[in-house]
DNA sequence: CCAAGATACCTTGACAGGTGAGGTACTACG
DNA sequence: CGTAGTACCTCACCTGTCAAGGTATCTTGG
């Protein structure tokens, strides 16, 4: 049944900034391109992909406007921000140290210590 | 400032789980351990620590009982369970698919795709 | 002897993020 | 005309984290 949402709720800012630093897209269009990526095994829950958009720009690290598009659906175009590339760099060398570390956690360790 | 507890959540009963798996503890000292292992960065809040034995115990994953130290404070031993096993091995398995996942979502790719 | 710190446990209330369930509006297809 | 896809949005609920508070015992330094 999927991956484990708990497991991946550190990541969704850090997900979403990773898909604007190449350029300027839309929550659904992003969301599929992850589906994509991951090769359909994981895409997020609309509600979680639109919060996660709002929470981001509230928070000044992308910006939106509104596609010119006169046929078909409308949509919201995001941009990310320079506190949004910084805040991504940062959430990704957060996301090395914290893999490693419950790797080491998680793993079938040697003794590390007498006793 | 210390990891990102958002990106451990998912694993905190993983991780104990894996502790108990090379014998009977109790809550404090597997957070010792942890604290240890990680080099001193990283250890569960006390709230969090206990919250998530209660819930490991009430789901069935591991059994307590008291030790009976005869001087210094009471501590309750935990034990897991065929079930906790049987958990352990599974979240293992999820957290492996989801790093892999992350890693290739947050990773600066290069174009997977014309366009 | 007594204060401080370590050991070891516990609970409560607030908060944040994920999500099910619901909604809107347009286009394309048979 | 009904269904499915695109594309957006909101609300109420649940779960896990954590600051803050508490209890009790033992050890160590002054």
Do not use: P
């Amino acid at each position: 049944m999927s991956i484990a949402s708990d497991l991946l709720r550190g990541s969704t800012d850090t997900i979403i900034l990773a898909h604007l630093l190449k350029g300027d897209s839309y929550a659904y269009e992003i969301n599929k391109n992850i589906l994509r990526k991951s090769g359909g095994s994981f895409e997020f829950k609309e509600a979680t992909l639109y919060t996660a958009f709002r929470r981001l720009e509230q928070s000044g690290c992308i910006s939106s406007y509104w596609g010119d598009e006169d046929t078909g659906a409308r949509r919201r175009y995001y941009t990310i921000t320079t506190k949004g590339r910084n805040m991504f760099y940062q959430n990704q060398k957060e996301w090395q140290n914290a893999r490693e570390l419950i790797d080491s956690l998680v793993g079938i360790w040697e003794d590390t210590d007498g006793k």
